[in-house]
């Protein structure tokens, strides 16, 4: 048999020898070449096996075997499958080859033998019959020449051209394989295209739209909660004693104590903390708004005549003084304001008695507001019904009647809002939210400036509720009792006007990217402190941006998961296939373990195998995904109005390419180890 690969050119059959030798490439080919043109066959290097006759063939087998220069030839009836011109031929040739090494022929042909040979050695049933140029023991050498074998070793790039030139020949197979493998990668590409995509959508949100909202400081915070609101245990001690269990029986009432399980840490807003916010970088944000816990006293004036009290939003924990929350206090910083909102009427205040009011981005207003102001509900009105509207602030010595000690509010709104020291104020202007607006800092109703807060603390500070609150720190002088956990001397007196410190700011950043600067400047006042003297701050933000960060990577998650399996199981198919081929090369298997190749370089070739497969098909799929990146873009924007959203990373693109091949290299592991333990004998005799 001529045992060659069938696959490989009569040139690389030859130069397989060398490869397995460690020779260098230039060399293979130079030697290669060489020996080709001694046998005869110069004109036949580029043919492949299939394309020669059977003389050709021994030829190549002939030169195969001399190519790294053996000093002995071992030939096994090397023209029992030939005919009489081309054995004859080929006797020739190894004639030729004896005359400076030594050959040994097999051979049933006597006439062959006698022809060509120099000594005959007859054998019968194993032993020698004759010998016809013995030579005897005292003409033989003491110093006889050793013979040593070179360790065979090839090279990993040698072992990846290997395995490209079979792929090549079974081209069809290789790109069927290919494709399929590449299924798994497409569809994780087009998930994390997806997935990326959405990441930098809602970037793009949170920077135009999270922008506005604010970094939130309150002197009260909840920083934990240990479990549901009245749980048993230690954390709770009005029942920790008792065993709860939902839906009990029996006629047992527990109490449970709402705030046992919350842990409040409370902000210390002290002239450190606030001159080291007035000092930080003033480009790092459009408005610091102060606010308060005084209670802005306001009546209005009904159309039917009649009057009530308003509260405003910073009522706090006095709210109770009124059930509606129509003012609210604008930031401190007009040009901000107006870069979110639009004047739709009027004037921006500018004064402490000037106000505007906020309707929505349909020009709405909600009833129990419009209510709250004094008008009747109709269904339509005009900005005139607003711009001009008067409301009076009530100082403390005219809202409180002291009653042996204990201030009480008044009732008599009408007195209170024609005293001679109530405040006019009145709405100058009407402001609707603009389009390109990041977000909507201010709520629908009336809004006044920080002007009439300073106004009104700096009267309160000199009411009689403030003085006699401040000579007791005991008792609450609203209601005669004294304080408790709940309510605090300092509760009641920023209520009332008596403490100018903020019971909350906002800090308004100027991008959404100075937002992180503004968190490290707020965290590096907090170095070196004790826990309770730290600021606590709230990032509106940051919640919204983190759940929904978290959302995204779960949908990105799953997905992946689903589209892994596809990549599993094309893995799984590839490992397959190369098993097949491990089948259908035993031969070759079998010609190359003769030659010299070791166990790991037979692995080594179809590991190169399987790497090459699961690099194409990587790259297949990544080439497959951009071509569906552009339509899967046309559609989204259809949809969504969002042009170019899909988009997969070029890193991206370059570890799904290198999972492909990570995969189908594993994958391709065992029956690489099958090939490599296959014997060398058996091997050569499976056709």
Do not use: C, W
């Not at 050959?103 to 042909?109: E, G, S």
């Not at 003491?142 to 072992?159: D, R, V």
């Not at 090549?168 to 087009?190: C, D, E, P, W």
């Not at 709230?538 to 399996?565: K, M, Q, R, V």
Request: charged share 20%; glycine share 6%.
């Amino acid at each position: 048999n001529y045992n060659l690969i069938s696959h490989l050119t009569v040139l690389d059959n030859v130069e397989m020898a060398l490869s397995l030798s460690g020779v260098s490439a230039k060399e293979r080919k130079t030697r290669a070449t060489k020996v080709l043109e001694e046998v005869g066959l110069g004109d036949q290097i580029t043919k492949k096996p299939n394309q020669l006759s059977g003389g050709q063939m021994q030829r190549v087998a002939i030169a195969r075997a001399l190519v790294n220069n053996p000093k002995i030839l071992l030939a096994d009836e090397p023209t029992g499958a030939l005919d009489t011109k081309t054995s004859k031929q080929i006797m020739r040739l190894i004639q030729v080859i004896s005359k400076d090494r030594l050959v040994i022929m097999v051979t049933h042909n006597s006439k062959i033998a006698e022809q060509f040979s120099d000594r005959i050695i007859n054998l019968l049933d194993g032993e020698v019959v004759g010998d016809t140029n013995g030579i005897k023991d005292s003409e033989m050498s003491s110093s006889g020449e050793s013979l040593s074998n070179k360790k065979t070793s090839m090279s990993y790039l040698q072992a990846i051209k290997t395995s490209f030139k079979n792929l090549f020949t079974k081209k069809g197979r290789t790109l069927i394989t290919a494709m399929a493998g590449s299924i798994g990668i497409i569809g994780v590409a087009l998930v994390l295209g997806i997935s990326t995509g959405m990441t930098n959508y809602v970037n793009e949100i949170q920077g135009d739209t999270l922008a506005g909202f604010p970094i939130s400081i309150s002197q009260i915070t909840q920083t934990d909660q240990f479990g549901p609101p009245g749980a048993a245990g230690d954390n709770n001690p009005l029942i920790q004693d008792e065993t709860t269990t939902e839906f009990p029986e029996g006629n047992s009432i527990l109490p449970y104590d709402a705030t046992a399980n919350l842990t409040l840490h409370t902000n210390v807003f002290d002239d450190e903390f606030l001159t080291y916010l007035d000092n930080m970088d003033e480009s790092l944000t459009t408005s610091i708004a102060y606010s308060h816990s005084m209670a802005l006293n306001i009546v209005t004036e009904n159309e039917n005549g009649s009057y009530d009290l308003v509260a405003s939003e910073d009522g706090g924990a006095f709210s109770f003084l009124s059930s509606s929350s129509t003012f609210s206090e604008l930031p401190n910083n007009q040009e901000f304001v107006e870069s979110q909102y639009d004047i739709l009427d009027g004037t921006y205040p500018s004064n402490y008695n000037e106000l505007a009011l906020v309707v929505d981005s349909e020009n709405q207003l909600e009833v129990g507001l419009l209510e709250s102001l004094g008008l009747s509900i109709d269904t339509e009105y005009t900005f005139e019904d607003f711009i001009g509207k008067e409301f009076k602030v009530i100082p403390n010595n005219v809202f409180y009647n002291d009653l042996a000690g204990v201030y009480l509010p008044r009732t008599d709104f009408e007195t209170m809002y024609n005293d001679a020291e109530a405040i006019t104020i009145k709405i100058t202007a009407i402001l609707r939210v603009n389009e390109d607006a990041t977000s909507e800092i201010l709520s629908t109703g009336v809004v006044y400036t920080t002007m009439l807060t300073e106004y009104v603390q700096d009267i309160a500070l000199v009411s009689d509720i403030v003085v006699a609150q401040s000579a007791d720190e005991t008792t609450n002088v609203l209601t005669g009792q004294a304080f408790n956990e709940f309510i605090s001397y300092d509760t009641i007196m920023q209520a009332i006007g008596g403490d100018t410190t903020p019971s909350a700011i906002q800090i308004y950043p100027a991008s959404y990217e100075s937002k992180d600067e503004i968190k490290a400047y707020l965290d590096a006042f907090n170095e070196g402190k004790a826990e309770e003297n730290t600021i606590i701050y709230t990032d509106i933000a940051e919640i919204f941006s983190n759940t929904i960060s978290g959302l995204i990577n779960t949908i990105t998650i799953i997905l992946a998961a689903f589209a892994g399996i596809s990549l599993v199981v094309s893995s799984i198919m590839i490992g397959i296939i190369t098993y097949v081929s491990v089948i259908e090369r035993t031969k070759e298997i079998g010609i190359m373990r003769s030659l010299g190749a070791r166990k790991k370089d037979i692995s080594r070739i179809f590991n190169a195998e399987t790497l090459l497969i699961g690099l194409t098909s990587g790259t297949l799929g990544i080439a497959v995904y951009y071509l569906l990146q552009g339509p899967i873009n046309l559609i989204i924007n259809n949809l969504i109005e969002v042009e170019s959203f899909a988009g997969l990373p070029i890193y991206y693109a370059l570890g799904l390419v290198l999972l492909s091949s990570v995969l189908t290299l594993i994958s391709g592991l065992i029956p690489s180890s099958i090939a490599a333990k296959k014997d060398p004998v058996i091997a050569l005799r499976t056709e």
